[in-house]
């Protein structure tokens, strides 16, 4: 089955500066990609996604890329502010179910210091 | 337009109790996931749930562990005579159909068995 490896498990950024987050995934026939941030004491929310069919999202301050060579697909947070400091884990979708059933990665904390 | 809805929000239940976690899907959401979130771990995939019908239960322990969507009222997930390892957060999402992208989580139960 899919497994979904990320790196760093954290990461102390002051604020302004970028932030990269990195996953790894195991089944190259994987299709679907999203990003969640939670928030202590909240459920993830949804912040970005990316599907096989492109190489590279962006809105707003957040981006995510994505190389299927190298099955692995990063999140790009520019010009960091306190408020993105939270708990942010990846997923692929595990395929061969006809759902989304997504397999996470085991988050990064990140901490934006003023 | 109200989000997933999960109660209660906080559970506590001594060992051996049953413990019953609820979730309200979105408006015109027919399909349910539950996840569980261990202390400082991703989210793992429990049940997929449509109507009245249990889709994927892969995820869910063998034993103590049982789930539902009755057609009228929430999504139940039950965990009998609970055990200090039962301890977590749990969290489900809703979709209005299978294929669906991106769908986002609710707040979720954070059961503790004392």
């Known amino acids: 089955g899919e497994n979904v490896e990320q790196h760093p498990s954290t990461l102390s950024v002051q604020e302004g500066d970028s932030a990269v987050i990195k996953c790894t995934y195991s089944?190259?026939?994987?299709?679907?990609f999203p990003w969640y941030k939670q928030e202590l004491g909240k459920g993830p929310q949804l912040i970005i996604d990316i599907r096989s069919n492109v190489g590279e999202k962006k809105d707003q301050r957040i981006a995510v890329t994505l190389n299927k060579t190298a099955k692995h697909f990063s999140l790009h947070i520019t010009e960091t502010q306190p408020e993105d400091s939270a708990v942010y884990f990846c997923a692929a979708r595990a395929l061969g179910t006809g759902f989304q059933k997504l397999v996470f990665g085991t988050g990064t904390r990140l901490l934006v210091s003023p | 337009n109200a989000g997933v809805m999960q109660n209660p929000r906080h559970l506590v239940r001594r060992r051996g109790q049953e413990a019953r976690l609820r979730c309200s899907p979105m408006?015109?959401?027919?399909?349910v996931y539950w996840y569980r979130q261990l202390p400082e771990e991703g989210l793992k995939f429990m049940v997929y749930?449509?109507?009245?019908?249990?889709?994927?239960e892969s995820g869910m322990p063998k034993e103590r562990f049982s789930a539902e969507f009755p057609k009228e009222g929430p999504s139940i997930l039950r965990i009998q005579q609970v055990v200090r390892g039962d301890s977590a957060a749990y969290f489900c999402?809703?979709?209005?159909?299978?294929?669906?992208?991106?769908?986002?989580f609710g707040s979720g139960t954070r059961l503790t068995v004392v």
């Open positions: 408006k015109g959401h027919s399909h």
């Open positions: 089944d190259s026939a994987s299709n679907y």
């Open positions: 999402a809703s979709s209005p159909d299978r294929r669906f992208y991106g769908y986002t």
């Open positions: 749930l449509q109507k009245e019908n249990i889709i994927d």
